[in-house]
């Protein structure tokens, strides 16, 4: 046996153990670190970020959820349809046009309430979201007890207006079968405050000064994006102006901060 080689070899293998423990000390540090500096809240107004009046969420508590796109053709039964070839989506002529006095979420909302209770499959299932004046287009999310499904186009009704402000067609998708995770490792969680979720985009540098927090929503964002099944997680979605004038979505775990922010 070449004891020499055996030697030099139990030397690299324990330099390189540790190193590897000191890589894994030197994180645990720095997660330590993090964690302390995060008990401190953030004063924004000091910081100079503006921030909007943001709902308790003290009882809340959420889980994964799962779902699979619908089909669609003309008639609620394709709901149930499934296959490789599944249309997720139908795009529908208003055959009356409805008038909107203004662009406004009042306005919208009393005027679509008809269409959406009794023309509109599954239409209740579905809170309005955004407006696009620029495209004439309105967003409505599917929500799932009481949460909306945020930025999904598997799970919304686009509607189209014209330049005279009339509703003249609507394009929907609709994800069904939807569940909460089931084991005790997907029981349900206590949800973060929104203002918790702002610090997680603070401390990474993601908020600044003379940014401004235009929207805070509480909601679900889905990790896995596929027709045939989707992985929905508890998130908050912030919108923010940043002070060069541009516009930011961040989704933030609301469960698992520290998870990794998603754009």
């Known amino acids: 046996m070449d004891f020499k080689r055996a ?13 590897a423990l000191g890589i894994i000390y030197y994180q645990k540090v720095q997660q330590s ?18 921030i909007p009046k943001m709902a308790s969420v003290l009882n809340i508590k959420m889980n994964i959820v799962s779902g699979r796109s619908a089909g669609f053709s003309q008639t609620e039964d394709d709901f149930n349809k499934d296959g490789d070839n599944l249309k997720t989506s139908v795009t529908v002529n208003v055959s009356k046009k409805i008038k909107l006095k203004t662009i406004e979420p009042n306005e919208i909302n009393n005027k679509l309430k008809s269409l959406l209770g009794t023309d ?24 799932y007890n009481e949460f909306p499904i945020l930025n999904n186009d598997k799970a919304q009704i686009v509607f ?3 330049k005279d402000n ?10 069904k079968d939807l569940k909460e995770g089931l084991g005790k490792n997907n029981e349900k969680k206590k949800v973060i ?35 045939r099944g989707q992985v929905l997680k508890p998130t908050y979605q912030v919108e ?19 998870q990794r922010i998603l754009k």
């Open 7 to 19: 030697t030099s070899l139990f030397i690299f293998v324990f330099i390189i153990i540790n190193i």
């Open 33 to 50: 670190n993090i964690k302390e500096v995060k008990s401190e809240r953030v004063n924004f107004e000091r910081e100079g970020i503006k």
């Open 120 to 143: 509109v499959d599954k239409g209740k299932e579905y809170v309005l979201s955004g407006i696009d004046r620029k495209n004439r287009k309105l967003y409505f999310d599917q929500f």
């Open 160 to 162: 189209s207006y014209n």
């Open 166 to 175: 009339e509703i003249t067609k609507y394009k929907q998708s609709y994800l």
């Open 193 to 227: 405050p929104a203002r918790e979720a702002l610090e997680v985009l603070y401390y990474q540098a993601e908020i600044e000064r003379g940014d401004e927090v235009r929207a805070v929503r509480l909601g679900y964002y889905s990790i896995v994006r596929e027709v």
């Open 240 to 258: 923010v102006l940043k002070k060069n004038g541009d516009s930011e979505m961040y989704y933030v775990d609301a469960l698992n901060p520290e």
